[in-house]
């Protein structure tokens, strides 16, 4: 028997290019003779549909979409994923779903049991869960099928009471296909895995994983899909963040063996953002990417990063000086420009900012030199992005890192204005190991921009260190906080200093209501800001 | 038997501040003479609380807080909401529950069966369901306990299976109290009297609803409490958007007779929008509110309704004209401040403007006026107003109404800047009425601001009507796409132009990037920008 993967990069609601696309990797599936080929869940519609999925002319399109759909397959079954009507008058209006195409005709509609209602998984807003399990005969062989948190207890996982691919085992399965949409965080490749071998060596059966690849705004699916065989060992699997067609041949219970894939931490993020920003700005329908270039770090790598999405010469570059700006961030900035020979333009805040503050006078009078002020040029610099993005139809992309974005040091509308943020899931630390990984091969980001100390340049000799804890003490609170979600009491039990753990975390809680109104962030981590961290507003924090 | 509910205005995570007013309120139910004193649903940290319940700090808060209270229940029994730890070792970590409270101990601890996870609600993503249902021996009567949601299936809900009142009358209830946090929207008090009317005849109970009363950042709790006779008539009701401790004497089965509450849209919206201002700002610890005032409505309105909400000294309104203000705009602000009182300044944006264009212009070059220099002006306001923000400690209040949010005619970081969204869940033809409800017993809002044509003033002449179809129209087509989710097949069938259709909901669609970076809106319809509705950015939409 031989079984392809289809793993896709689809568009959320673009059911045209979805249905094309899914129809051409068929035929290619038929050509090299596969017996079965595997699409991911939900691939009909692209993951995550979100509340469009509360739309009847949603759902309509779905259904006739897959019906074209299973007209291609007299040559071939296919297990492809949306959803479908849950016809028995009793609880959600869904199923999230795998449709087994065949013979011309769909053949059986498989529901996800297990729902995802966790971090970024809104799963049981939408769809019911079912406690039926299927296996369908494809090929002479008995073929479980499970849809990707279906496999995510094997009976050891306490937020489950069942086991599906246990249950598959019972009713005979003799293989088992999972249709996913596991999106990237840094540790998922090993994560997917880890729980996945569980459950071949539980079953004893081999296992076939389809994930997504490409990124829907905030979430990537870094792809990776593979052929485990029953002993739990990944014996081919497809290439992180591109489409593939990936093919085994099943002989006597195992799949041939093929290659498998890897990766550095950094490598792996470097990559994702890379897909991140590419497919943000190709599924909007944008080339450009703006970037306001200060000769520090962070924009340094937001531009890198957004050069090899979009090209060196799709990514603009604006220096915006002020009085407080020392000579080298011009310099450094023009030189990251230059390394790539990509455009960039200078533009002096002074002038705008002395009239900022001279409009204000009758208002400040001779209140002192403050946050304001400071926000002030922040600001200024935002309304020039803006008004470029504006007049150009480019996207300002945002330069913030997650260090910053979670203790607030950052000025809303200013620094933290944009249409994506691309380092909003990397903390600071992690933002160096990605400017060496960037240079590995040559100087792109001036040594200099990655040595320096850190600073705002909002008023004369300002540091980072004047108003955070070092880096490499503050992010360590921070990933216990919110990574791990350790309170106060157990932060100071792991042996953090009390005072800066108190500090970090008032920085943290006041700074909620920022992060409300920042860009979607590109999520890297298994916990961003962002869809999968809600924390309100209004309230008094654990302190 | 005396029952008393109280009906309190909570804080997210304010144990110290939630404690101490749960204590007075029962001390206060003691000295009146009452065998049961209620507290609304998750009471002891405030509903929402949202991801803070999975921090294990979060939890022992809880639990500490309610063994504490339990101590002052000698002379009274007490049933109040909190979060449970689920020890069943399967399923999600909690329990949405009620406990109850009497002799100086926890007695009994009931376990909500129906979890919303639709809207604003997202219950499944924390607690477990129950399957088991619960009575209570209280004052020698069997009181059935139910939490909220456990009351929204009487056997006619889709969405549930379980019907909650029913397996009460079973095990031998003979009044229903139900726990809730059901936030407002300008139909839900008569929604919730439906639906409570349909337990009680069908169980033929007497039911005790208790409400949460009080604003948590974007949600608004109205308050409206009540006991409801067997034959489901309301006979006593707390007032809306007010602390209260409200008494019945339940004999023979019914209870006693006093007042009940009702109002029309317009009033309910109005004072729910002043809650919503005035608890953003208290429990934020922040007095003073800045509005941005252009002359135009939406500006009026958000002002007078602050004003209402803080104190006429409370606010503080900025003009800032342009060179394409009307004279009127700049009469009509000032005229608005004067009728309350308030103070005003007045800062041009001429100056600024001009220098951003100058500086600007080597980028620019002859590219004519458009949608950037429109932008910029929008933006220049937005940095004046956020600088007197940070300068003063005061809150900018946004003014955006629900059809521009909507539309996206609105300047990210310009006129969609602000702390709070007051007026982002009001359609613009029902601000007009919220104009007129203001002015009902003398002239606040100018009558010029109410009745000239809505315009911008980002160019010569501009009006809103430019841009967008009446608003008459505008606003049928967003309420049925938006708070019905009406599909363009079902406008279409419904008897909308299809040119209007297609034009309104592309600009629905292609402006989801905006509403993500907005402040949090203040909700009064069933249907938010927020928390409420998820929308994917990246994708294409039904057109």
Redesign the interface.
Known sequence: MKIAIAQLNL?????E?NHDKIIQYIKSAIKSGNDLVVFPELAIC?Y?????L?????I??CVSSIQSIAKKTKDITVIIGGPSKNEM?????LFNSAYVLSNGEIQKVINKTLLP??DIF?E??YFEQSREFCIVEIGGKNVGVAICEDLWNIGNN????QTPAIKLKELGAEIIVNISASPFSYKQDKERKKVLKENAEKTELPIVYCNHVG???ELIFDGGSFFMNSNGEVVKQSSFFNEQLLEAELTNGEFSQGEVQSGSKIQLIHNALVMGIK??FR??GFKKAIVGLSGGIDSAVTFALAARALGNDNVYGVLMPSQYSSSHSIDDARKLSENLGSQY?I???E??YS??NE??K???KD?PF????E??QA??R???L???S??FGHIVLNTSNKSEAAVGYGT??GDM?G?LSVLGDVYKTEVFELARYINKDAEIIPENSITKSPSAELRPDQKDSDSLPDYTVLDKVLFEYIEN??????LLKMGFDENVVNRVLRMVNSSE?KR?????VLRISHKAFG?G??????????L
Not at 48 to 52: E, N
């Open positions: 568009h959320v609601g673009n059911f290019s692209g995550p549909p979100r509340d469009f509360e739309f009847n002319d949603f309509s399109k008058g009793k609880g959600k209006p209602t966790y809104d049981y807003r306490p937020l489950y009471i990124a829907q705004t497919d943000y599924k909007l333009e533009v002096s805040i002038e705008i009239i900022y409009k204000l009758p208002l400040f209140l403050g946050l304001a002020e926000n002030l600001r200024a935002g309304v020039l803006m008004a470029i504006n007049k809303l509308y204005c249409g979600r350790k309170g106060p009491k157990e209501y409300y109104q920042t860009p979607p869809m961290r809600r924390m309100p507003i209004v309230a008094k924090y654990l």
